[in-house]
């Protein structure tokens, strides 16, 4: 079944039909061409017995003749006829007899010799018995007129004469018989020739209907197939890489090429997609970059000048606040006293005066983190120790406790980085993610050896991100946390670091309350040229 599937077994199933075909019409024109044929040798071959038939009829109705002729001439010669007349006259029957013996081995020997193109015509049995008939009878006759002196008597004369009479009736039955397989054969010729006309008259249609089929055959499995291949060739040219190529009914071939032009679509459909997703990452890096860039020329420009005012202001906050205790001594804060709840009130107010003074200035140097200056330079570094140190210092955080942190991977990992930069990284990505989890929630960090790489894999079971977080994540403050505090510059500064280590970041979360899971890998041994970090905050 799988050969007449293919394009070959296509192509020779139609070249044999077609050959078939023209067989079949050839032996139809040839069958009648030799009908034709045998027909005019046989009637040849007759027409050349016909004069030899026609001259032993002759000299046997001239020896019958030569008989009467003879009997008058014995009448005659009883009278005063000399007896030399008899002589003469017998003389001259037995030479009649002698021609009509070698009329008959002619006659003979043309049947003997002819060929029998059709037994219904050519069948010379019969004429050669009639022969050998007429034959017995001349032996007859001449043994008789050998042996007795039948020129005299009357007896002999009647049995010659009726002799001769039953050969011409032999002789006579030959064209009769000849006639009547002619008007046979001619019958059957009548038949056959009806027969092979409307042979001929159907043939034809049959091989115009099977020239159709077969044109029809190759339009729907070879010519239909190929106008879909072209239009989707066309298609995909046209930059249509999302165009599938179907075929219904097409030779193995044409399905294999159609495979190829669908995987080769699917191939160029991956290609475009990853370089969209590549020019979006970029796209979005550079934003990143001259977002990054503008927080440094903040920095750079004012963090200094806010800090001083700060500072100032929480100084004298904390000033003010001794100076009205000492004013007005400990008797204000007897239970008894008025004012007690005057100075609680104004105590709090020059204590929230302090804490937003330094939470303002906790910004500041957040801000300064992208241009401050450092000398560090990369170590080898057990990751899986750092990582260790950092899970112990988060887990006596009092808002953080209750909540599991669990560590996976091996005990030792080795890579060449910045220990104080990526113990950032680590505390960025585990209190963010502590930070997401509920009071009983679970962050689970995995450690992974792949060769050349390290990867870090933070995953928690917390809030979750939604595609518009997952593209805004690394943005300079942008905040991951629920309750919206923070400066939000936890993750652009762990991006940064990941990209000086020559690494990698990844975020992914199915939704929200799904969890998240952010993907660190850095290289063990980075490039010779990027041996040292840009500067970071220490």
């Given amino acids: ?27 139809s024109g040839l069958q009648g061409v030799w009908k034709f044929r045998v027909l005019t040798k046989s009637i040849r071959e007759r027409a050349t017995q ?29 009278g005063p006829s000399p007896a030399g007349d008899l002589l003469g006259t017998r003389d001259q029957f037995s030479t009649h007899l002698a021609e009509v013996r070698l009329a008959v081995e002619a006659y003979r020997q043309e049947l003997e010799t002819a060929e029998v193109i059709n037994p219904k015509i050519n069948d010379s049995a019969e004429e050669l018995e009639d022969l050998c008939q007429i034959e017995v009878g001349l032996h007859s006759i001449e043994h008789q007129i050998e042996s007795s002196d039948w020129v005299l008597g009357d007896s002999s004369f009647s049995m010659l004469d009726d002799q001769l009479a039953s050969l011409q009736d032999i002789v006579a039955r030959i064209p009769t018989r000849t006639k009547q397989r002619l008007d046979q ?17 159907i043939l034809p249609a049959v091989g115009v209907a099977m020239i159709v089929m077969i044109a029809w055959s190759f339009h729907v499995s070879l010519l239909r197939p190929l106008r879909v291949l072209f239009e989707g060739a066309r298609r995909v040219s046209h930059g249509q890489y999302d165009h599938v190529v179907e075929l219904r009914k097409a030779p193995v071939e044409l399905n294999v ?4 032009l669908n995987a080769m679509t699917r191939h160029f459909r991956e290609t475009r997609d990853d370089l969209d997703r590549q020019v979006r990452e970029r796209s979005n890096e550079v934003i990143r970059n001259e977002q990054l860039a503008s927080v440094g020329f903040l920095a750079a420009g004012v963090a200094h000048e806010i800090n001083n005012p700060l ?22 804060w007897a239970e008894d006293d008025p004012r007690r709840e005057e100075l609680t009130v104004i105590r709090r107010y020059l204590r929230r005066i302090q804490d937003e003074a330094f939470r303002v200035k906790g910004i500041t ?22 990582v260790d140190s950092v899970v112990d210092l988060v887990r006596h955080l009092g808002r953080h406790r209750g909540k599991d942190v669990q560590i996976e991977g091996p005990a030792r990992l080795n890579a060449v980085l910045c220990p104080q930069s990526i113990k950032q990284v680590v505390l960025n990505l585990v209190t963010n993610s502590l930070d997401s989890v509920d009071a009983h929630g679970k962050v689970t960090i995995s450690l992974e050896d792949q060769g050349d790489q390290v990867a870090l894999i933070v995953t928690d079971n917390g809030c979750g991100m939604t595609e518009e977080t997952l593209e805004h994540v690394f943005e300079p403050f942008f905040t991951l946390k629920r309750d919206q505090q923070g400066t939000g510059l936890g993750l652009a500064i762990t991006h940064r670091i990941v990209s000086d280590h020559q690494g990698t970041i990844v975020p992914r979360s199915d939704g929200p309350a799904q969890g998240s899971t952010f993907t660190v890998t850095l290289p063990k041994q980075p490039h010779a040229k990027a041996n040292e970090v840009r500067p970071q905050a220490a």
């Fill in 50 to 78: 016909l004069p030899l038939n026609m001259e032993l009829v002759r000299q046997i109705g001239e020896l019958r003749v030569a008989l009467h002729q003879h009997r008058g001439s014995t009448s005659r010669a009883l």
């Fill in 185 to 201: 054969f001619s019958e059957e010729a009548r038949r056959d020739y009806h027969f092979l006309y409307y042979l001929s008259s």
């Fill in 365 to 386: 140097d957040g801000l300064l983190d992208f241009s401050r200056l450092g000398s560090t330079r990369k170590v080898e570094t057990d990751v899986r120790e750092l």
């Fill in 1 to 27: 079944m799988l050969f007449w599937r293919k394009l070959r077994g296509l192509m020779i199933f139609n070249a044999v039909a077609l050959l078939v075909g023209v067989v079949f019409l050839t032996a």
């Fill in 311 to 332: 500072a100032t202001i929480a100084w004298s906050a904390e000033s003010l606040e001794g100076r009205t205790m000492e004013l007005i001594g400990e008797s204000a």
């Fill in 257 to 260: 090429l159609a495979h190829g």
